[in-house]
Structure formats: structure tokens, C-alpha cells
């Protein structure tokens, strides 16, 4: 679990890599909650934050919602086994609030 637990951090960073290169989004406290706290933990804190971040509201006025946690996490079925069956119900509502249907993948 371990490892997947390191990829899952490794692709954290890359989202925020692609939010800064493709949608021109400098998410500096996504960037230094995943350097502070890792992946993973800062991962269930937004998708488990009683409302959306304001990352989460920039990248959706970009209409970049493909950029966030809640959508890496429901479209690879590999981090899957990193959350609660709670949490992954609410980064899926959240996406479908919002109106961005998730593409998936294994």
C-alpha cells in the first residue's frame, strides 16, 4: 500500500504540473499542502472539506475540472482503494454538482 501511496503523491504533483502548464492555474497552496503533507492526506482533506477549495473554483471557471483531486481520483480505479467508499460517493457528487462526468479508466 506504500507504494501505491507514493504514486498516488507523484500524481498529485502532476496534476498540479498540468494545471500549471495547461490551464495556466499557479495552485501554490495545492503545491505546498501535497509537499507538506503528502498525497494522500491532502487529498482526503479537500474531498472531504465541507465545501469546494478555491482551487477547485478556479480550475472550474477554467473549465478544468479534469484537474481535480476529485476527478483523478474517480477516474483511475487504482487510487481507489486509497479512500473510503464515503469518500469517493463524495468526490463524485461533487464532480456531478458541478456537472463534469467522469471519464474512466483501470
Avoid at 495552485?27 to 491532502?42: H, K, R, Y
Avoid at 477516474?75 to 467508499?85: A, G, I
Amino acid at each position: 500500500m506504500a507504494d501505491l501511496e507514493g504514486a498516488f503523491t507523484m500524481a498529485m504533483f502532476d496534476i498540479y504540473r498540468r494545471a500549471k502548464s495547461d490551464a495556466k492555474y499557479h495552485a501554490t497552496i495545492f503545491l505546498q499542502m501535497v509537499t507538506d503533507n503528502g498525497g494522500l492526506p491532502t487529498a482526503k482533506t479537500l474531498i472531504n472539506a465541507p465545501r469546494v477549495s478555491d482551487g477547485y473554483t478556479e480550475l472550474y471557471m477554467r473549465k478544468r475540472l479534469d484537474l481535480t483531486v476529485e476527478a483523478m481520483v474517480i477516474e483511475n480505479k487504482r487510487w481507489h482503494p486509497l479512500f473510503t467508499p464515503e469518500e469517493l460517493e463524495r468526490a463524485r457528487a461533487r464532480l456531478k454538482e458541478y456537472r463534469y462526468e467522469p471519464r474512466t479508466s483501470n
